[in-house]
């Protein structure tokens, strides 16, 4: 392939593939970014609330409400969590101009996040509804809540690590 024009320098070359990586690790930053705040509290409280939603439809008896009533507070909630994560999704893409990625986060985090988060909350559920002892569902509460906090900080620091 001939190119028409000068070739550019050893140096100018390097300082080319040096701004392409930095844009390339500032879009991966900004794909990165953590949530707004109000999806980050929405997120934990949905997070929170799961155990003790699922105990309640996988309880043997019904616990506190019936189970068709945990079973309608369980789809609800999804409903509105997934009509606010698609708000706050295209909301981040009209302002930044980037999707929030997933691939771009430390896989070391988000693999055991993936794999260990629905372990805890369903697994709650299912010690509740074996033992019958609701703590089960407190302490995946507020252990689900804390690693939501937990992700949220770390995200925070990773993108001001790549600012």
Do not use: C
């Amino acid at each position: 392939m001939e190119t028409h024009g000068v070739r550019p320098t050893p140096e100018q070359a390097h300082a080319a593939l040096a701004d392409t990586a930095h844009i390339r690790s500032s879009a991966a930053a900004l794909a990165s970014t953590p949530w707004p705040n109000w999806f980050f509290v929405t997120l934990t409280l949905y997070i929170a609330a799961l155990p003790i939603t699922y105990g309640g439809v996988m309880a043997e008896a019904d616990w506190l409400l019936p189970r068709p009533a945990w079973l309608a507070v369980l789809l609800t909630s999804t409903a509105v969590y997934v009509a606010l994560f698609v708000v706050a999704a295209r909301a981040w893409r009209d302002r930044t101009g980037v999707a929030l990625r997933f691939d771009v986060l430390p896989k070391r985090a988000t693999v055991p996040l993936a794999v260990g988060l629905p372990v805890l909350l369903v697994g709650a559920a299912l010690a509740f509804r074996f033992t019958g002892r609701p703590a089960w569902l407190l302490a995946a509460s507020l252990t689900g809540a804390a690693v939501s906090v937990g992700f949220h900080l770390a995200f925070v620091r990773l993108h001001r690590k790549t600012s």
